[in-house]
């Protein structure tokens, strides 16, 4: 136990990271990658998101995207352990945040709607339908999963100023 202890600073501040890059890459679909994309003709757009989705799923991606998740697994199991700690609800709104609000509302919303868009074909009258049905609902959850990653950044930055306080206070 006093292994995990020695480790939550740094696995707090990784979580920190991890959520702040996921929220940063889905802002930027929020305020300009999906904006440029419905500028396009329709079966422009739509190819050009099947494409992201593909290009998407790699190492890197998924190593944060998925790492961070399990991370949140471990900090909740010690946050629940440890409930008497200041950090611990930071820990556990934060991962409640990412778990639920970001990865969650990812793997429930946005994949099944990409996975129907991948199966679709981007000709002219299947996109001059299917495309604009598509956008808008997977910004809105988009914006969600954005603003969730952020409120997961920011709690665990809080555990993290937690944590160092107290190892700097000796407690």
């Known amino acids: 136990m006093a292994t995990l202890n020695a480790l939550m600073l740094p696995l707090t501040v990784l979580a920190a990271v991890g959520s702040a890059v996921i929220a940063g890459l889905l802002f930027a679909f929020s305020t300009s990658v999906m904006k440029a994309l419905s500028q396009l003709p329709p079966e422009q757009g739509m190819a050009a998101m099947q494409n992201i989705n ?36 930071w820990l556990l709104i934060g991962a409640a945040a990412y778990l639920i609000g970001t990865f969650g509302v990812t793997m429930v919303f946005n994949v099944p709607m990409n996975n129907t868009l991948a199966r679709a074909e981007a000709s002219a009258a299947v996109a001059a339908v299917q495309w604009p049905a598509y956008v808008g609902p997977w910004v809105r959850w988009n914006h969600l999963r954005t603003v969730m990653g952020v409120l997961a950044a920011l709690s665990f930055t809080v555990a993290a100023l937690q944590w160092a306080r107290a190892g700097a206070s000796g407690a």
């Open 54 to 89: 593909v290009t998407i799923q790699n190492p890197v991606f998924l190593g944060v995207f998925v790492g961070t998740a399990l991370l949140c697994g471990v900090l909740v199991l010690r946050a629940l352990l440890h409930a008497n700690d200041a950090a611990s609800w």
